[in-house]
């Protein structure tokens, strides 16, 4: 039943007990229940408990009746809301237990009430205390008083995050957070030092924002291997370059034209000349530098090797090889006359009729290190072997449709008989004397590929004899010490056969 202080409803609350008696009594309890709503400022919502019919009901009806319109007069003087009374489904009313209501809406001026903020257990309200939105009131029937705490939403919440600060503060001891304090300011203190640290450092180096503008400089200036190319010619053909600028030029071209399409796209450009204009220059580094861009571009590239031809380039290198002082500069010019004649018949016949031999055995005489006498044989036996497999018919004819003219290049190039009249049928033998290895094997590859025309000058040789003689003993010593160590080193094996092959044709 909802108590609004209108009289009809009140006669319609009594209409529902079965009261015993004339209207009178009725009218007279329906306007009693209609003045205690009446000095409720609020709105109560009850239920009220069916009665059986008699005598003593009727009076612990209207007992009941007048306790609740007594409760409700004194709520009326502490409160301005709107309460919402339970529904009590168990008549806990009768018995004296509590009854709960909700607080729907605080309508009166915040300003001049103490907003009381709940938590999860019951607490008294006291007169003129309002409470938040949402919040669970209730009436306390024994005292007569209001309660309040969390509704059920903001108590789940509060549960949880409440669960959270006490596992939060249960993890944490007095001694733990002084240590814990302590070690703040330690931190604090290392962390002053690492950036003055820092700062020091930094000072040292580009800053991120330069380096930044360093990387948009590199995206603008992509280039590909020809305009890469193209601008390190034209940089090395400036009048206003340094030495040191062209030699780091010549760095990059020689890591360039290790690509066969880049080497040729150089010499279209003009390269070859400035390269060749490098190998005359009266600096050594130049010349080095030169010699080692031209050996690069003329290995395995046949067109680079026509055009280098073509331009003089064998004339020069012969005569940077036979006047050049430098070691360094002398390997690097010898690689690059082997990286021209090898495979390339037309560039052997000039290089036999330019005096290349000449200019080689002049430089093997004075050679007391033996690196350039190493390079050299090696050089002469490769020229030797490559032309005796084109007549061997080391290339499948039908795989290599220029089998015939290359068989017709090659049977003008006398390379043997030009070793034979300068000289190298006793040349060679010398670089036998060396202690190196490496050496005694190049040395003795050449003799076996010089055999055919040098064997009468073998024979009548005794140092040879004797070198050769000497030298398998030693190897054959060096062969079964290591076969009582239990090592098998057959490199030394193969130099004891290239001996006795030797010998074997010299008898």
Known sequence: ??????????????????????????????????????????????????????????????????????????????????????????????????????????????????????????????????????????????????????????????????????????????????????????DWKLASKDTEQKDSVASKFRTMEELKKDMAQLDLLLETDVQIMKRLLEQFNSSNSTTEQRLSILTELEYLVHQVDNAQTLCSMGGLQFILEGLNSSDFRLQESSAFVLGSALASNPAVQVEAVENGALQTLLTTLATAQQLRVKKKVLFAVASLLRHFPYAQRHFLTHGGLQVLSELFRTDDSGVLRTRIVTMLYDMITEKELIFQGGLDPVLDASHDERRRQYSKVSLQEELLEKGWCTLVPQLLESSENDYREKALQALLAMAPVCLDQYRSDGSLQASLHSLKQEYQEMIQSEIILGEENSYFEEIVELIDALQVKMK
């Open 1 to 186: 039943m909802r108590v609004d202080g209108k009289a009809a409803e009140a006669f319609g609350c009594l209409r529902e007990l079965s009261v015993p008696g004339s209207g009178q009594v009725k009218a007279a309890i329906a306007s009693l229940l209609f003045h205690c709503c009446f000095n409720v400022a609020g709105t109560v919502t009850m239920k009220l408990i069916p009665f059986h019919t008699g005598g003593v009901s009727f009076i612990l009806a209207v007992l009941l009746v007048l306790h609740y319109c007594h409760i409700a007069s004194i709520l009326g003087h502490k409160s301005g809301g709107d309460l919402i009374v339970v529904e009590n489904t168990e008549h806990e009313a009768v018995n004296g237990e509590q009854e709960e209501v909700a607080v729907d809406d605080v309508e009166d001026d915040e300003g001049d009430l103490d907003v009381v903020q709940p938590s999860e257990q019951w607490q008294t309200l006291k007169p003129g205390q309002a409470v938040p939105q949402g919040s669970h009131v209730r009436l306390n029937l024994q005292t007569g008083e209001r309660e309040v705490r969390l509704g059920e939403e903001q108590l789940k919440y509060w549960t949880e995050e409440h669960r959270e600060e006490e596992e939060l503060r249960s993890s944490f001891n007095p001694d733990e957070l002084k240590r814990a304090m302590k070690k703040i300011k330690e």
